[in-house]
């Protein structure tokens, strides 16, 4: 089996079979003798967020639990405590701040400090080594963490997501897939477009990109920039016209025939495709799917359905498609 299809396939009970799906179910209540069941009570979206956050808090124990283990053993190898080690690792090593890193760090949050520079002087000079201090301790944790052997087990809870014929860059038997579900007129998803070029390059063949829309009723043109898309798409054009929305300065009524024509899609053909409104209802139900599952933000990465909130810098796609790999590797070679 690919191993994206336990990921990306949403196994719904279809009309004709719905009432032996209902048949296997255990209501939840009874009213008159009529059943409620959990489908029923609409907090799919709900209890996402509830699994996503229980998960988000056993991760951050278990990092910490790893980070406390792998300094007591570097500090027991050296027959010191842990206090020892990171005061004769850390605190020993990081230098006092020079007088014009104080001042730099000074302006840096002059929007914050209402003292004058020399009386706030010492409290910015313990502060600013505090930071080079928290900066030298992680250094020397991602130091013993690469020299030991740590494999993370806990599993992020992962959402089912319907990917149909959205589009999709990359091949669709690549072992990962990253859903997103964007708008075209946030600026963080237009941040967000260099990192997934940068990821998709980095991975080629090995992860492909699957796009979803989720205007947002903040954005008055992100609606019809998404259907404009979809109809660019008929001619083979969807992912320059794609590029060319987030590239544009602003989008206006009067945007969607001159992106046509930059890149070679005939602007009438494009316009009257968009205002026949065809792609309305496959725009709105990829903004539907994204309710279901408790997203309302964008952009938002289903990464093998692992949730992944923002413009995220490019190592924290990279975590977990390394991650997944990985475990992927690892379930081939047991069978």
């Not at 007591?72 to 190898?77: D, G, L, M, R, V």
């Not at 990464?303 to 909130?309: A, D, E, P, T, V």
Request: hydrophobic share 40%; glycine share 6%.
């Amino acid at each position: 089996m690919n191993p994206n299809t336990s990921t990306v396939a949403l196994v719904v009970c279809v009309t004709l079979f719905a009432g032996a799906c209902r048949a296997q179910e255990k209501p939840v209540a009874t009213m008159d003798g009529a059943p409620i069941y959990e489908r029923d009570l609409d907090v799919k979206s709900q209890l996402a967020q509830v699994e996503q956050q229980a998960y988000q808090v056993r991760l951050r124990a278990l990092e910490s639990l790893i980070e406390r283990r792998l300094l007591e053993k570097a500090a027991a190898k050296e027959k010191l405590t842990v206090e020892e080690f990171l005061k004769r690792e850390v605190d020993d090593k990081v230098p006092e701040p020079s007088p014009q890193e104080v001042e730099g760090f000074y302006w840096a949050q002059k929007d914050r400090v209402t003292q004058p520079l020399e009386v706030a002087r010492p409290q910015l000079a313990r502060n600013l080594k505090s930071i080079k201090a928290a900066d030298a301790r992680q250094r020397l944790l991602r130091s013993l963490r690469e020299s030991s052997k740590v494999a993370i087990l806990l599993d992020p809870p992962r959402m089912s997501v319907v990917v149909g014929n959205a589009p999709r860059k990359g091949v669709s038997s690549a072992p990962i897939t990253i859903v997103e579900f964007s708008d075209y007129q946030c600026p963080y998803c237009k941040r967000a477009t260099a990192t997934i070029r940068e990821v998709l390059l980095k991975y080629e063949g090995k992860v492909s990109l699957v796009y979803k829309d989720l205007p947002l009723p903040m954005h008055p043109e992100a609606q019809r920039a998404a259907e404009a898309a979809r109809c660019a798409g008929e001619s083979g054009k969807y992912w320059e016209y794609h590029d060319a929305l987030f590239a544009a300065a602003s989008l206006t009524r009067d945007s969607y025939a001159q992106l046509a024509s930059s890149i070679g899609v005939e602007p009438a053909k494009l316009q009257s495709c968009l205002d026949s409104g065809k792609h309305r209802a496959a725009v709105q139900a990829d903004a539907e799917q994204a309710k279901s599952l408790g997203i309302s933000g964008t952009p938002a990465f289903l990464i093998n359905g692992i949730f992944l909130s923002g413009a995220q810098p490019a190592e924290a796609f990279t975590r977990i498609i390394d991650q997944e790999l990985e475990r992927i590797g690892a379930n081939r070679a047991g069978g």
